[in-house]
């Protein structure tokens, strides 16, 4: 009797246990599995704040179309934004398809070298260049290793508006045109992807898989990050022909690991360690640091960096698995495997290899049955109504990396808000099984993302800017 007690027990508890997740799920009780989130929060903000208790060291974070921007709120539509994001995708597959003549992206064939990625570039900073110090904000990107900035004379025929004033050379007493036959000129070609020039100076020219484009004179420059962080004969591009849709910037600031790149020019200063934490939402600033600043959280975990010799810029990771509402998907670990997984701080929407993503949308469609799912949007496929809503519950995303690294998306990166009534997830499939997997900014945000170039490993600590 005891027996047939204790099993009508177990069985009760198994039950009890069942109607407590699904009372959770549709009644907005926060677990181990599920966030609960105002629906509202999920809407673009007017108004630029910062988080509680969020102090904030390095430069200073902004979406460039967020109410935090120096540009105020530039206006983009969603469709505009996908697009633009899609080229910058097909630049970053083109150059890691390099070996063939035309390379499959999403929807077409594109010619291979497509030029250097450049897309949305949604995160800006403020820097200084020259003496006396401009200060000039320009977009930052892991994707980019060339670091440019308009420059004076720019005929409105050849420039597009920026919002501070052109960097004028000759007001400068530390500016200095680099020589036709220095070692420097002759590393433009890799940096840039395009071949150099020279006249009485080096020149060079930079295009971009959207069709914009950037060149001039190559040269050196202070360029001053914080009062305390500055670098003396920084190489870049002094843009006089810019065309292209970089907004209001002034440039980009290339991270990537090319010779020329901040992050290889600054080696002995910073030791190639940088880090960065992207705001979530965009109504709020992050951070983005160098040297032993950026490594200050002690809840990293740091899995191996790769490198593919066809880019050898990009920041490449092994990923090994995702987990969605606490259920690990079954997805073997050599789905991701080729050509491999990349970090991007200039793509938006992850990238996922088909089979991958067919795992992660079904168990997130199922773990978001009891809401009204609506019509696809361009290149989302698994949209909601939360009309009429006031919280909803979302399957916790958990993506899974070597070394036991899990990170954990935050909510704000689950979605992408197409408008009030069509909420969509905000990760994509490849086409291609060999295509290649981007792991966008969207994805990134509120995590401290740690680059450790020289001891070749990436960290992710949570609460980076929370």
Same mark, same amino acid.
């Given at each position: 009797m005891a027996t047939i007690f204790q099993s009508h027990l177990f069985f009760t508890i198994l039950l009890l246990l069942a109607s407590l997740l699904d009372y959770s799920k549709v009644y907005g009780v926060e677990s181990e599995s599920y966030h609960v989130i105002q629906v509202t929060s999920l809407l673009p903000k007017r108004s630029c704040s910062t988080p509680s208790g969020f102090n904030q060291t390095g430069l200073k974070i902004v979406h460039r179309r967020g109410p935090c921007s120096p540009f105020g709120q530039e206006k983009a539509s969603t469709r505009e934004i996908l697009m633009q994001d899609q080229s910058r995708v097909d630049s970053l597959m083109s150059r890691i !398809?390099?070996?063939?003549?035309?390379?499959? /992206?999403?929807?077409?064939?594109?010619?291979?070298?497509?030029?250097s990625s450049l897309g949305t570039q949604n995160y800006i900073v403020t820097v200084g260049f020259g003496t006396p110090e401009k200060k000039l904000s320009i977009a930052f990107d892991t994707g980019s290793d060339f670091t440019w900035i308009q420059c004076s004379p720019c005929p409105p025929i050849k420039c597009y508006s920026q919002q501070e004033p052109l960097f004028d050379p000759s007001e400068s007493t530390s500016y200095r045109n680099v020589s036709c036959d220095s070692p420097q000129c002759a590393q433009l070609d890799s940096a840039t992807g395009n071949p150099h020039s020279c006249s009485s100076t080096c020149q060079y020219t930079v295009e971009y898989g959207d069709s914009s484009s950037s060149s001039g004179s190559f040269a050196s420059e202070t360029l001053t990050l914080t009062p305390s962080d500055v670098i003396l004969n920084f190489?870049?591009?002094?843009?006089?022909?810019?065309? %292209?849709?970089?907004?209001?910037?002034?440039? $980009? $600031? %290339?991270?990537?690991?090319?010779?020329? !790149?901040?992050?290889?020019? /600054?080696?002995?200063?910073?030791?190639?360690?940088?880090?960065?934490?992207?705001?979530?939402?965009?109504?709020?600033?992050?951070? $983005?640091?160098?040297?032993?600043?950026a490594i200050t959280s002690s809840n990293l975990k740091f899995t191996q960096m790769g490198t593919n010799p066809k880019a050898?810029?990009?920041?490449?990771?092994?990923?090994?698995?995702?987990?969605?509402?606490?259920?690990?998907?079954?997805?073997?670990?050599? /789905?991701?495997?080729?050509?491999?997984?990349?970090?991007?701080?200039?793509?938006?929407?992850?990238?996922?290899?088909?089979?991958?993503?067919?795992?992660?949308?079904?168990?997130?469609?199922?773990?978001?049955?009891?809401? #009204?799912? #609506?019509?696809?949007?361009?290149?989302?496929?698994?949209?909601?109504?939360?009309?009429?809503?006031?919280?909803?519950?979302?399957p916790k995303i958990v993506l899974r990396f070597q070394g036991d690294v899990e990170v954990e998306v935050d909510v704000l990166g689950i979605f992408y808000p197409v408008n009030n009534s069509q909420i969509c997830l905000a990760f994509v499939g490849n086409r291609y099984t060999d295509s290649l997997g981007i792991i966008g900014n969207r994805q990134q945000r509120k995590i401290n993302v740690v680059y450790d170039v020289g001891g070749e490993r990436v960290g992710f600590g949570a609460g980076g800017c929370s």
């Open positions: !398809s390099s070996g063939s003549q035309r390379v499959k /992206t999403q929807d077409t064939e594109v010619p291979a070298q497509l030029g190489p870049f591009g002094c843009g006089h022909e810019n065309q %292209g849709l970089f907004g209001r910037t002034a440039g $980009l $600031l %290339g991270l990537g690991r090319d010779p020329l !790149s901040l992050v290889s020019q /600054t080696a002995l200063k910073y030791n190639r360690v940088f880090s960065y934490c992207l705001p979530s939402p965009s109504s709020s600033d992050g951070y $983005l640091k160098f040297g032993s600043d050898p810029s990009f920041y490449f990771l092994t990923m090994i698995g995702i987990r969605v509402a606490g259920e690990d998907l079954p997805i073997q670990a050599s /789905t991701f495997a080729s050509p491999g997984t990349i970090i991007d701080s200039g793509t938006v929407i992850t990238r996922l290899q088909p089979a991958a993503y067919m795992e992660l949308r079904s168990t997130f469609r199922k773990s978001m049955s009891n809401y #009204t799912m #609506t019509s696809e949007y361009e290149i989302f496929d698994t949209c909601y109504d939360f009309s009429g809503l006031e919280t909803v519950n979302v």
